[in-house]
């Protein structure tokens, strides 16, 4: 089945530094990627949709110059926290896509904690 | 916009039950539903996707149906096991973007 590869799976970093999360397709061309982050006992909330070749779309509240996201390639997109605040704490989830009515695969998330 | 409720919030069973997890949407305008589980500080693992054609889709002990009329989707779980436990989440594919709009999850304890 199709895999989705998320790296690094948890990450501790000092208040005020950038922290970069790479999500990657392993077996299938992903048009569009999803970014969310997940708050304990709560559910998954969409930050932003990022297309291959083009700007991220951010969802309303999502501070874009402070959530950085790149998607290069058919198979990275990358997310990065910058200078991040323990408030930015949190699990955050990408997933990928091959087509509009295909199945959202997703990673198995990274754990920030900022300190 | 579209808003995604999970019914119940938490649910607590004996082994071998069967059960139903509730799920509805308020836009019916829907391109498909999908549920996933969540296994506690783990991602998320795909279960079962219904395009907005179908009425219902099966993998061994789960069968999904949907009912884009009423906005409500449901999750059933055959003879419940302890390696059931986890937290069950519905999404809802709205448009033709491939954003999904997520359920608060039913968090589910099966107890030997």
């Known amino acids: 089945g199709a895999v989705v590869s998320q790296h690094p799976s948890r990450v501790i970093c000092k208040s005020g530094t950038s922290v970069k999360i790479e999500c990657r397709s392993l077996?299938?061309?992903?048009?569009?990627m999803f970014w969310y982050r997940q708050f304990p006992k709560q559910s998954l909330m969409l930050m932003a949709t990022?297309?291959?070749?083009?700007?991220?779309?951010?969802e309303q509240g999502v501070e874009k110059d402070k959530f950085l996201i790149n998607h290069a390639s058919l198979t990275l997109s990358t997310l990065t926290v910058t200078s991040a605040h323990p408030e930015d704490s949190s699990f955050y989830i990408c997933?990928?896509?091959?087509?509009?009515?295909?199945?959202?695969?997703f990673g198995n998330g990274t754990r920030l904690t900022v300190t | 916009k579209q808003e995604v409720t999970q019914i119940p919030a938490a649910l607590s069973v004996p082994e071998g039950e069967n059960l139903v997890l509730n799920c509805s949407f308020t836009?019916?305008?829907?391109?498909?539903l999908q549920w996933f589980r969540q296994d506690p500080g783990k991602g998320l693992t795909s279960l079962l996707l219904?395009?907005?054609?179908?009425r219902e889709q099966t993998s061994g002990r789960l069968n999904a149906s949907l009912d884009k009329s009423s906005g409500r989707s449901t999750l059933y779980i055959a003879a419940s096991q302890p390696g059931d436990s986890a937290t069950y989440l519905c999404?809802?594919?709205?448009?033709?973007?491939?954003?999904?709009?997520f359920g608060q999850g039913t968090t589910l304890q099966v107890k030997p």
């Open positions: 997933s990928a896509i091959s087509g509009l009515n295909s199945p959202l695969h």
């Open positions: 077996d299938f061309q992903a048009t569009t």
């Open positions: 990022s297309n291959e070749g083009s700007k991220a779309t951010y």
């Open positions: 836009d019916s305008a829907i391109y498909n």
């Open positions: 219904i395009q907005s054609s179908q």
């Open positions: 999404a809802a594919h709205s448009g033709n973007t491939g954003k999904l709009i």
